[in-house]
């Protein structure tokens, strides 16, 4: 089986654009969540997709978003971006609906100039 | 809230040796899972090991062992015979059990373990 693919792998921006990230989970898998990494702030839960619906939210401002679409694959997307927003975003997969084990992408490093 | 916390930040160990991780965590549910992952420098995260919070046992896998003590809510992490592809952040995780949760994880500061040879 395939594991948890994330496009791209690296990516540059500017101050006040928009960007998406993309996460395809494992075949199956219905549950996609995202974190965002930083050195200062650690993992930190953006939100969670289930069958195409936001299950649950971390505490981001509403320049953070996200969707899933019908064969499970999530995009997030962040606008009006800011330097703090340079970070590591992880996605990671769960074939449940309760977490008994989340399988991680490589992550979308973001550098924000 | 849940909380998870990890108070080394870093701790180095000797190949063939025995190293111990701490992580505590808080919260006033009663069922819940406990993770710990590996981050090594490819930053892909790989789940090491878990723990049921209704499971009495320790949870083992080849090398790796717990110690889960739920009164105290204390999980640590026991690497035996440490390898140097045991180099990596490890991070302590949390989770509800109660569906509204989701597969929300909380995740502890993490500690950085460097492997010598």
């Known amino acids: 089986k395939a594991g948890v693919t994330q496009t791209p792998r690296y990516l540059i921006k500017t101050r006040g654009q928009q960007v998406t990230l993309s996460c395809s989970p494992i075949s199956g898998h219905r549950s996609v969540s995202w974190y965002q990494q930083t050195p200062g702030q650690g993992l930190q839960f953006l939100f969670e997709y289930f069958s195409e619906t936001q299950r649950n939210k971390g505490n981001f401002p509403g320049r953070f978003s996200g969707r899933q679409f019908s064969n499970s694959r999530s995009e997030m997307n962040v606008s009006t971006l800011e330097l703090g927003d340079s970070a590591l975003y992880l996605c990671a997969s769960s074939p449940r609906t309760v977490n008994t084990e989340a399988f991680f992408g490589q992550g979308t490093r973001l550098t924000v100039v | 809230a849940q909380t998870v916390t990890q108070s080394q930040p870093e701790m180095s160990v000797q190949e063939a040796e025995t190293v111990t991780l701490s992580c505590t965590y808080d919260t006033s549910e009663n069922n819940y899972y406990l993770f710990w992952y590996k981050q090594p420098p490819s930053r892909q995260m790989i789940l090491v090991i878990r723990?049921?919070?209704?499971?009495?046992q320790n949870a083992t896998e080849n090398r790796f062992s717990v110690n889960f003590q739920k009164a105290a809510k204390s999980f640590s992490l026991k690497i035996s015979d440490s390898q140097l592809g045991d180099t990596a952040m490890y991070f302590c995780a949390f989770t509800l059990t109660r569906g509204e949760y989701g597969n929300k994880l909380v995740f502890g500061a993490g500690t950085i373990l460097r492997v010598k040879s």
């Open positions: 723990q049921e919070a209704y499971k009495q």
